[in-house]
């Protein structure tokens, strides 16, 4: 619009939203960067202190957005990870392959290729699993890329489970190794080691998290082999209705819930065999994880 000698641009009110959320971000990266910077070396002390040490197996769940104010790559994040536990111990990470639910994920008759279907669990995750030396567990749903002393020999016969994340697993491997559960930016909800206790605890608990069918699927395995794999599903139905913070206050008062912030990243520990324990003590009480 032009006025005499005056030009008047119009903005709409669209345009100033996204103006303004950009102007947002670059601030609240200001204030990260300022005010809330962490480095690698920041994270390795931090794990040190929550109790993470040479030759511990841990799960790792992280999200890479929590990262506000990281001085470091996400590939630093791994390092980390692999210099705190060493090369006696083991880091592994899920690598599930679907978004929404196994079962409708199962309808697409996918086939796993263990070598090249990405990771659907975040950044670090995927770039763990093309990294050197980690190999990856072979189930079409939820596999896991494993890193560190006898990596190949956890993740052996995944395929042939009964349920997804149950006995001979990698997550059964991660409480007979007396493993630690490391959230990196990340809540309890995503607690995949929670559905190896529902298989444990399936007959005492008020319903059954897993489906009546069994499914099948088919996966290529790094040297081609194609495996057959039938297993129960986890039933959408009750998924919807989980809900892991109610583990929390019992974690939190028996001691177990670890928990320190390096920068604007929040740092969880649990180990495992504490989960365990806490989650059976609950199931006695009649208290589960479920709305």
Not at 250 to 275: F, H, M, N, P, T
């Amino acid at each position: 619009m032009r006025c005499g000698l005056y030009s008047f641009t119009m903005i709409s009110t669209k345009d100033l939203k996204i103006r303004a959320k950009k102007h947002m971000k670059a601030f609240k990266r200001f204030v990260s960067n300022t005010f809330r910077s962490f480095t690698p070396v920041d994270i390795q002390r931090t794990l040190g202190g929550l109790g993470i040490a040479r030759g511990d197996t841990v799960l790792v769940h992280s999200s890479f957005d929590a990262f506000e104010g990281f001085q470091g790559k996400p590939t630093d994040v791994i390092s980390v990870l692999q210099n705190v536990v060493g090369g006696e111990g083991v880091v592994m990470m899920p690598t599930m392959t679907f978004g929404g639910t196994a079962v409708a994920y199962a309808r697409t008759k996918p086939l796993f290729d263990a070598a090249r279907t990405p990771s659907r669990m975040g950044l670090l995750t995927e770039l763990f699993r093309r990294s050197t030396g980690v190999v990856r567990s072979i189930h079409p749903t939820h596999s896991v890329a494993i890193w560190g002393h006898d990596a190949s020999m956890i993740a052996a016969g995944h395929h042939l489970a009964s349920t997804p994340c149950g006995v001979g697993t990698p997550f059964d491997a991660l409480l007979k190794r007396q493993g630690k559960i490391v959230l990196l930016g990340t809540d309890i909800g995503v607690l995949t080691f929670f559905h190896m206790l529902e298989e444990i605890l399936e007959h005492e608990l008020p319903v059954t998290p897993f489906t009546d069918e069994v499914f099948h699927f088919q996966s290529r395995g790094k040297d081609g082999q194609i495996l057959d794999t039938n297993c129960r599903l986890f039933e959408p139905a009750v998924s919807k209705r989980r809900n892991l913070h109610k583990v929390v206050p019992y974690l939190k008062k028996s001691g177990a819930w670890r928990e320190a912030r390096v920068g604007g990243l929040k740092i969880i520990i649990l180990a495992a065999a504490d989960v365990d324990e806490v989650v059976r003590s609950m199931s006695k009480q009649g208290i589960y994880c479920y709305d």
